[in-house]
């Protein structure tokens, strides 16, 4: 369920380049530079766009959402 949700959410951004930074990060699990190198961004720029929309999120009432540890310490959005 949770795995959904968050597949759900990440299917639902508009923003093109923000949800291929979300399916990069969550779905193919890439680092920050796999990202950065595949989108021909440098790392800051990407981790500013992902934190970016982060950040707008938290003003949405719609997702609900906080930041979870997994066994291998990869971050990953866990949607409630």
Known sequence: RVLFRSIEFIYSIENSEVRQIFIYKYIDGLTWKEIADNMNY???AIRNKHTGYINKLK????????????????EILVLL
């Open 59 to 74: 003003c949405d009432t719609k997702w609900h959402f906080k930041y979870c540890n997994i066994v291998l310490g990869q």
């Open 42 to 44: 440098g790392i800051t």
